[in-house]
């Protein structure tokens, strides 16, 4: 993530050290960037829940929404599903160690979040 521009005697710009592939930022936002991605795993974090609960903590998401997420988080490493032999079958989900490592930075997120001024911090667009 060294890329500069660099302008020569005749005013022409050129990029150097331009990244050739996604850099560490891009490829971590494609990993935990996805919408409701951050909040499945905070939600997890304190233990197994169960998808209808997870659901319920998560106002705003779809169901399908949420299973897509779940899913995605699951094939890479971050949540471990886990299936019950109970009455009914319940499903629950928790965070792995490997997704433990995200929860810093999304802790850090929360508070710079919560310190935004108001304008900012109720500003619902989708960019």
């Known amino acids: 993530m060294d890329a500069r521009i660099d302008v ?13 592939e ?9 990993i935990i960037g996805g919408k ?7 939600h997890v974090k304190d233990g197994p829940v169960r998808f209808n609960d997870l659901a319920r903590m998560i106002g705003g998401a779809s ?17 471990r599903r886990e299936v019950r032999d109970t ?24 508070q710079w979040s919560e310190s935004l001024p108001k304008r900012l911090s109720s500003d619902t667009r989708q960019s």
Do not use: H, N
């Not at 299973?67 to 971050?78: H, K, M, S, V």
């Open 63 to 79: 169901k399908k929404m949420i299973t897509e997420r779940l899913r995605q988080l699951e094939d890479q490493g971050l949540v």
């Open 36 to 42: 409701w991605t951050g909040s499945i795993l905070w």
């Open 87 to 110: 009455a009914p079958i319940t499903v629950v989900y928790e965070i792995t160690d490997f997704g433990r490592t995200a929860l810093g930075f999304l802790d850090e997120l929360r």
């Open 22 to 30: 996604p850099c560490a930022i891009e490829r971590g936002m494609r």
């Open 8 to 20: 020569d005697d005749m005013g022409r710009r050129t990029a150097t050290d331009a990244c050739t």
